[in-house]
């Protein structure tokens, strides 16, 4: 690479640099085209003073590229030349908040409040994972057309600063006093390091100047002089601030003890400037994601592409193979009992249950048929990754799925939301945090997939899936960090949100699954005893295992686009069905059969079907022949139970 880039270089062998797009006293920003993802990027250029100042920034890359949220620009790439560092972020059309300052004068108390509540919302979510921004000013708040706001170069400035190093953009940096004086917070004027009183400090500085046009410090001609004002902790009055001039004057507190947490800034501004609704709806309700750093778990149920779909062991099965995962230091409880409030389907889902917004305890999911997990992704928020789409009707019906496609359209990644009957049980080992009334959970990846679990406020668990289908395509830790991110900001304010309409008056969502066997059916398969049942989600799946578990039968209702390729035909009860001998293990047999075949909200053909699987250790014939019988009774009891189709 030249010691000048020029445009129609490549960084990396990957990244084409396009078009010059910034300039600043740290480095040069392009926007470039990377051509393995085939993507805009924006890569900025730095070039530290030393081996020293390189590893500073390489790791402030690190630490930043942890990051989800949507009101952060995430960085993807870290290279390492001869003569400079090369870090690649998110391309984001936009100006910069003092950009906007300067062409179009101050802005409204307003709008400066929505830029606020969303930069403090970052932060809060940045100091949850430990990681101090260090440099929060005008230059590196971002704001798209629609009034979206971003913060930008988590560390990279101070990475980057060095105890003789001055420059021409009024960065000080005079013995261990570093940062852009405008906005200093005084205590790190006076020489203490940065942290996250100081970045909340430095956040009602660039609000201040915002919508007053200066620096709480006035103006000054040098700045050794706001430096010293700084010190001194000499303020202005605020006279255009309006409705923002409560939370400006507890950002801007002078003793960093008395001072604010970035998650209580941004209750402050949110109070008194809230982000729009058109804002809110892109980042659901502009609410505080402060979550742990996240690392990923085992997958459960990983959903391939629509052109490679195959069935997975029901979930209520799943337990034998999580119990095995308990020698590796942790141990996963899956029971699925006692979860239904008795009442019949046509009963759960009423009116009030049905609104589109719930009323209850913030962090729960509360009336299980009620919740929609599709009201907890949004395709938008994940626009990043690649082209989105919610697939709301695949699987089982307590699931909804994010597709991520590629520039050729095909499907490349998923992001799953579904609910579970109970939370699961982790040992120390496996990482967690409380934000408000949840716990958030996170597992260890596992080859292509990254799970997170959230145990909610009433005792029921949300897990969260991100899922790769090959390469190249979006790293399956991140696509489930932004979902989870999504999710919990989703719960830090109110419950679950209600699924817009009832179930259809002929859909399996109304029925119990287990109202469907009887102990006289179940006697087919030896040794199963009716009193260890396992109830699962809303009643829509349910499990019958004899004692020593090496028995059991499964129902569980879900959706798909189609049913050709699982398995052979088969008669149930008049109905074509599909027959799949050792499916889930060797002495398995599943039983697929339609029960209803609609169009979903999304304009897709969708097959409505049970799923009935035998687990015993019988020949595989008679298994088979088990499944077919019993499937032929739970076809005939929603026949008896649901209006003719």
Known sequence: MPVTPQAGDKVADRYLLRELIGRGGMGVVWQAWDETLKRRVAVKCARPDDNEAAKRLKKEAQLAARLHHPNIVPVFDFVEEETACW????????????????????????DA??????????????????VVHGDVTPENVLVTDDGVARLTDFGIARALWSDVTQTQTQTVVAGSVRGKPKYLAPEVAKGRPADEKADVFSLG??????????????????????????????QETAERAGRLTAPLTALLEVEPGSRPGAAEAHKLLRRAAPPPPHVREKLHDGRTLSLAPLSPLQSLTLRLPRALRRRRRPLGIAVGALVVAAAAGFFVSLSLSGEYDGRRGTDVVDAKSSATSATGQAGSIGDARGADPCKLLDAASLSRFGETELDPDYAEINRCDALVRNNGGDEVADAQVYFEAEPDEFDSTVPTRRVGDITVAAFQRDGDACVRAIATADRKQIRIVGKRFGSPAPDPCELADAATD???GILDDGPVPRRSTSPAATSLARVDACELLDAAALKRVPD??????????GSWSCGWSSDDGDSEVFVEYSRDNSLEDDGRPTDIAGTRSYLSPQESSDDSCVVRTPHRTYTNSVGDRTIELFQLTVYAPQPVKQLCDSAKALATTVSRNIAEQLPVK
């Open 486 to 488: 999504h999710v919990v």
């Open 113 to 130: 409040g929505s830029v606020g509540c969303q930069i403090a919302a970052a932060l809060a979510k940045s100091h949850a994972e430990g």
């Open 528 to 537: 199963i005893d009716t009193r260890n049942q396992q109830r699962g989600y």
């Open 87 to 110: 870090i690649v972020m998110e391309f984001v059309p936009s100006r910069s908040l003092a950009q906007i300052v300067a062409d179009s004068g101050p802005l409204t108390p307003e």
């Open 205 to 234: 500085a660039s609000l201040f100047a915002a919508v007053e046009g200066q620096s709480p410090y006035g103006e000054a001609e040098h700045p050794m002089a706001y430096l010293a004002r700084a010190i001194e902790g000499h």
